[in-house]
């Protein structure tokens, strides 16, 4: 499984860099906004820490102006990922960029037949929200359950699961059983991932018995 960080932090995406376990980032407007600086300056300073696909969304409603932008958002590095909506311009906007090479992320999925008209539409990645259902009393995981049992029925159907809306451990735990190809996670919870308390116990008795033979390796 491929982990993306979802965030528009760029020391934080920096520092979970350095692990080598990264393989992208998801930003939208919400988290540019948070970051409180300019969007292209944001995602150009991404693109030069990333090797993989750096998704930037476009603001546009609109099929045509939605192209424009990818332009513009395509300029800044060969690793964005052109992120549009899961609307009918959306698709369309979806399926000039992929037939011309572009990777595109389609977001705001909360249906499998959503899914299935993405992938039709030549999507690199499909990212179905699954926190923003659970906040609904639905089930998000359901929803990543059908888009793989769909796929998987097409196998002609390139289009990678990207889990996204990852809110606990437990989401990217369910979303690798389900086989979602990618998750994209905050980065608190990419380092939850590594937690155990057995592990800190454990460790902790390790270290007292080492103390008390004396020794060093180095
Ligand atoms: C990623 O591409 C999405 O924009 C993101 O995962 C949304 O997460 P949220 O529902 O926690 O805002």
Not at 101 to 112: E, I, K, P, R, Y
Not at 145 to 166: C, F, G, H, Q, V
Request: net charge negative; with cysteine; hydrophobic share 45%.
């Amino acid at each position: 499984m491929k982990f993306f960080v979802d965030s528009a932090d760029v020391e934080e995406i920096g520092e979970l860099a350095d692990s080598g376990l990264i393989d992208g980032v998801t930003t939208n407007p919400s988290l540019i906004a948070k970051s409180g600086r300019n969007f292209l300056d944001v995602i150009k300073e991404i693109c030069s820490i990333i090797d993989g696909p750096v998704s930037a969304e476009v603001t546009a409603l609109d099929a045509p102006t939605m192209l424009e932008e990818a332009k513009v958002l395509r300029g800044l590095a060969p690793n964005i990922a052109i992120k549009v909506p899961l609307t009918w311009d959306g698709l369309k906007a979806c399926k000039v960029l992929s037939d011309e090479g572009t990777m595109v992320n389609v977001t705001l999925c909360f249906s499998a037949t959503q899914a299935l008209l993405a992938a039709k539409a030549g999507a690199t990645f499909i990212s179905p929200f699954i926190g923003r259902l659970d906040d609904m009393g639905l089930d998000g995981m359901e929803l990543i359950e059908e888009i793989r049992e769909i796929y998987d029925n097409y196998p002609k159907l390139e289009t990678e699961i990207l889990a996204a809306s990852i809110r606990s451990v437990g989401h990217v735990k369910q979303s690798a059983l389900i086989g979602a190809d990618v998750a994209t996670v905050p980065a608190s919870v990419i380092k939850q991932l590594a937690k155990h308390p057995l592990t800190d116990k454990g460790l902790d008795a390790f270290m007292k018995d080492w103390e008390t033979t004396g020794q060093t390796i180095l």
